[in-house]
């Protein structure tokens, strides 16, 4: 009997032993779950935080921070712009155009008449020098006209006004000089003038009306040129000593022809002008001295040039469509 309860005892202290180890097994498998999911739900709390989708309109989420796009590398810009449009017709319309829509329909053109192309790398970095008084009407076609069209060329470029300040003689070349000299203060241009740059130094108006559409002369240099830097400076720039109406496009010829450079000349459907007309300016009267001067241009030029210049600027303006820059160039010497 004796035996019996003893071995009873021992089977029900068996039985309570196993199952104090099976209540401890399950607190332990029911803990370590219970910390595995709190885990997670902080883990949801957080995302929470992060996940815009997950905040209400009285909480606004903070904006995603995106990872910062690598800057978009642009290719260079075609040889031939393929927003070109062929011909246009030019016509001096009165009344004349209104410089704050020419802004509006030019949204691109930055302060100062800065403009790059948007989806490429332009071919060149072109500065156009504009040797300017008192032709305020006759600025504003310009800009109506050109700057829709070198924007379509796919340049960078910026637009220089060089206004001469006080009515002293005229002095075209000088303003030349100054403009080529400021414009490289702000940006490192290639090319001077007009929108594209050649391996000569370009003539661009070859077709005018006011010369019936030809060429006056083989070594007409006037109105409209361009010029990479090189080549300017090879020439040492324009001369300063010419004042009033001629001869300043001759000497540049000369200089260019000295260096035994010629000139490149776009086809007269391409390089057609039309000019304003106009009454002779006052104070751009014929040089009489232009005759002789060009006939030294070779011994003068060394001296005569960029190296030369003296001048001093009144004022620079950032305009819309343009930076107008008013130099003093000194007074014309009594004898011309
Ligand atoms: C003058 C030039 C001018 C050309 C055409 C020449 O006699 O010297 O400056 O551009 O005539 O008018």
Redesign the pocket.
């Known amino acids: 009997m004796a035996a019996d309860a003893s071995l009873s005892f021992n089977l029900l202290h068996r039985t309570c032993k196993l199952v104090v180890l099976l209540c401890f097994l399950h607190i332990t498998v029911t803990l370590f779950f219970y910390v595995r999911s709190s885990d997670d739900r902080f883990a949801f709390a957080q995302n929470q935080q992060h996940n815009p989708r997950f905040f209400s309109s009285n909480n606004p989420p903070e904006p995603e921070k995106k990872a910062p796009e690598p800057e978009k590398k642009l290719e260079k810009c075609p040889e031939t712009s393929p927003l070109l449009v062929g011909p246009l017709r030019v016509e001096f319309m009165k009344p004349s155009p209104v410089l704050e829509q020419v802004k509006k329909d030019n949204p691109r053109v930055a302060s100062g008449g800065r403009f790059r192309p948007p989806d490429c790398v332009a071919l060149q970095k072109v500065a156009i020098i504009i040797p300017f008084r008192n032709r305020d009407e006759h600025l504003k076609y310009w800009l109506y006209y050109l700057h829709p069209i070198l924007q379509r060329q796919q340049l960078d470029y910026g637009i220089y006004v060089i206004n001469q300040d006080g009515d002293a003689t005229f002095n075209r070349a000088k303003l030349l000089n100054i403009g080529y000299t400021e414009a490289l203060k702000d940006y490192d241009y290639e090319c001077f003038v007009f929108s594209d740059c050649f391996s000569q130094p370009r003539h661009l108006s070859v077709s005018m009306d006011k010369f019936g559409f030809r060429l006056?002369y083989n070594q007409?240099f006037?109105g409209v040129s361009s010029m990479s830097k090189e080549q300017y400076l090879k020439i040492n720039g324009f001369p300063n000593n010419y004042w009033g109406w001629?001869?300043?496009?001759?000497d540049i010829f000369n200089r260019l022809a000295s260096k035994g450079m010629s000139i490149s000349r776009p086809s007269g459907e391409v390089g057609k002008c039309r000019m304003i007309r106009h009454e002779r300016d006052q104070k751009n009267d014929p040089n009489p001295q232009?005759f002789n001067r060009i006939a030294h241009t070779r011994e003068t030029m060394h001296t005569d040039g960029i190296n030369s210049l003296k001048y001093s600027v009144v004022k620079t303006e950032r305009l819309d469509l343009f930076t107008r820059i008013t130099v003093d160039v000194g007074p014309a010497p009594k004898k011309r």
């Open positions: 006056p007409y006037g001629g001869g300043e496009d001759d232009r």
